[in-house]
């Protein structure tokens, strides 16, 4: 029996270093994109394109990680909570990488871009988006709920965020007519940002649930903590 309980730890830590890979991967792919972004460096986004098959790679390793440990190990309660919950954190994580891609992808496409003044405030964006990536995985590898609901509390200020800076392009849109076409590009940055804040939301949801056994939503409800 300590023989299993030994390799189950091992494989639990396993499991827990390829998301700490995977996420590490797509919080670089989040600046990195929005770097070269500001640079106009078409080569730099065209390597993050790329770099995006690494992150899927790793989500199969987890699948597959995952799936042995259930079926080899049969987890029950809270041990079973992590690896399914990790298994679904790989998902959402792959996501997050692709949002990434998808600012990359449009690096080319905005090509005059040093007179659009708004282009200034999206790294700060980009940089609270990645942050809330980096807190919700350090939650789950230190299975820290309230590590957790912080970063479920970011979600709204990035939302503020959001919704600002949409205002801000809108209006530039209609005092530069000419501007459209690139501005629009921003537009879907700074929405691609959004939905990265709301997946580290959902990452954060995860862990809380792995590490009690509740819901965040019915923690509210007052429902008391199984762990």
Known sequence: MEHTVKAFDEEIGQLRGLIAQM?????????GSMEA?????????????????????????????????????APLA???REVVAALKIAGVVERIGDYAKNIARRVEAIED??????????????????????????????RDPQAAIRVTESDRALDDFYNSLFRVLVTYMMENPASIGQVAHLLFVAKNLERVGDHATNVAEMVFYAATGVHMGERERGLTPRV
């Open 113 to 142: 871009h040093g007179d659009i003044e708004p282009l200034s405030v999206l790294p700060a964006m980009a940089h609270m988006a990645g942050q809330m990536v980096h807190e919700a995985l350090d939650a789950f590898a230190a």
């Open 23 to 31: 996420g590490g991967l797509a919080e670089h792919a989040i600046i």
């Open 78 to 80: 809270d041990d079973l």
């Open 37 to 73: 972004l500001k640079r106009h460096d078409v080569e730099a986004a065209q390597a993050i394109v790329a770099g995006d098959k690494q992150i899927d790679a790793i989500e199969q390793q987890v699948e597959r990680l995952a799936v042995q440990l259930i079926a080899l190990r």
